[in-house]
């Protein structure tokens, strides 16, 4: 009789203790727990459990969330189910797309993303979306009527917000209590003698950059004596991009330099003098447009040359570069400062995702297909959100819905590259 009830006895599934269960589910990809999930009741409720999804949470492009910095700026924290879905939509083009601002003048804008707030600034403009309410003209705050020359760079610092000016000076503007608008505070007159392209903010200085070939560190917000400077740097040629990193301790500046000039420089921030440290090769960094410290040791570059380079300065060099797909000038860069990066290109209004685990792109999105001539000036991200600014647009690409359309635009790359081997034609998408 044993022997009879193991012959007629089904073994299934579902019958299995719950822990042997998360056993083999765990094996399983994100995609087949969803299907899974839809099988029983139990199934369902086992996959809901953040248990399984602990370790899967980590491993996906743009929604890891892993980084302090990152979650700052991310208006939303994703459970971790919730991650591997919206990572699926960036890495295969499922978002929503919406023109959230426009102009008729061609600009060179600016955007810094935070928690709250879309900012956005455009000749002798500067405005804020609230990201709480719906990303619309008629619910930005804006700066008032002191701007007298275009802006070239801004930062927001808190409630502070400083911005460079093409004039040469620097001003420095507070929100005000109803949070409508700007409030003007002071400003550096003659900064620099021409625009201040390049700016940022530690508690201990502020650092500009210009197209007079220098450097300036000023004394903080706090301190009202800013007018003049605690020290001036001289670079060969225009500062086209400087951020300090995480610790303060240093500033990498980025210049489009000449000949002679390496273009990217590392300086040490308490004594003013040029580090040591990374001394790259002058033909792998041509003119360095933007930057973003992933850690205190590595610094991710861009610029005229199409690479993207990742820096460790603790060898003193380039430790991996990524080529742009269409040999495209890189004009801004944003990092998760984990393992994903998003670069703005001057073709066509093109953002391109990276993963930096692998060696080629994982997706690229055309910021606005009507018009198709404008580089992407700059661009920022969070887990669910992409923003990009054009010379006349502010786009917004939203990736955390469930049934969007595919844009899928790196097959269609794929396909030109065959076709180009096969005929030796030359192509720009």
């Excluded at 489009?256 to 002058?282: C, Q, R, V």
């Excluded at 590595?298 to 570069?321: P, Q």
């Excluded at 073709?347 to 198709?372: E, G, H, P, S, T």
Aim: proline letters at 3%.
């Amino acid at each position: 009789m044993i022997g009879l009830t193991k012959m007629t006895d089904v073994w299934r599934l579902n019958t299995l203790p719950s822990d042997v269960l998360i056993l083999i589910f765990d094996y399983c990809h994100a995609f087949d727990l969803v299907r899974l999930s839809e099988v029983c009741t139990r199934f369902y409720d086992i996959i809901r459990e953040e248990t399984l999804w602990i370790k899967k949470s980590k491993q996906p492009i743009v929604t890891n969330q892993t980084s302090r910095k990152f979650r700052e700026r991310c208006n939303l924290l994703l459970c971790l189910r919730t991650k591997w879905h919206v990572s699926h939509n960036w890495q295969y083009g499922k978002y929503e797309k919406k023109i959230l601002f426009s102009q008729n003048t061609k600009l060179i804008p600016r955007i810094q993303l935070t928690k709250d707030t879309l900012w956005w600034s455009g000749g002798n403009k500067l405005y804020g979306f609230k990201r709480t309410l719906p990303l619309q003209e008629n619910n930005r705050i804006f700066i008032n009527d002191n701007v007298r020359s275009d802006i070239c760079k801004f930062i927001v610092r808190n409630e502070c917000i400083i911005t460079g000016h093409r004039d040469g000076s620097i001003q420095f503007w507070t929100k005000s209590q109803c949070n409508q608008n700007i409030d003007f505070y002071f400003s550096i007159d003659r900064a620099h003698s021409r625009n201040v392209n390049a700016l940022d903010e530690t508690f201990k200085a502020i650092i500009s950059g210009s197209n007079d070939g220098t450097v300036k560190i000023w004394r903080p917000v706090g301190q009202r004596i800013l007018n003049v400077p605690l020290a001036t740097i001289n670079i060969a040629g225009w500062v086209c991009s400087l951020s300090a990193d995480p610790t303060s301790k240093t500033v990498a500046v980025g210049s489009a330099g000449d000949s002679n000039d390496t273009h990217l420089h590392i300086f040490d921030l308490e004594y003013y003098t040029e580090s040591d440290i990374l001394k790259p090769d002058k033909k792998r960094c041509a003119g360095i447009l933007d930057m973003v410290w992933d850690s205190p040791q590595i610094l991710l570059t861009c610029g005229y040359d199409t690479y993207i380079r990742k820096w460790d300065l603790r060898t003193g060099t380039c430790v991996y570069s990524w080529p742009d797909p269409t040999d495209a000038t890189l004009y801004c860069i944003s990092s998760d400062y984990q393992y994903t990066m998003i670069t703005g290109t001057k073709f066509n209004c093109k953002a391109v995702l990276w993963d930096q685990r692998q060696k080629n792109y994982i997706q690229f999105y055309f910021m606005n297909l009507n018009r198709m001539s404008s580089p992407v000036y700059s661009l920022s991200f969070d887990s669910t959100y992409l923003y990009g600014a054009t010379d006349q647009h502010l786009v917004e690409l939203k990736f955390s819905g469930y049934s969007y359309k595919e844009s899928n635009y790196k097959e269609i790359l794929k396909y030109e590259q065959i076709r180009e081997n096969r005929t030796g034609s030359n192509w720009v998408v």
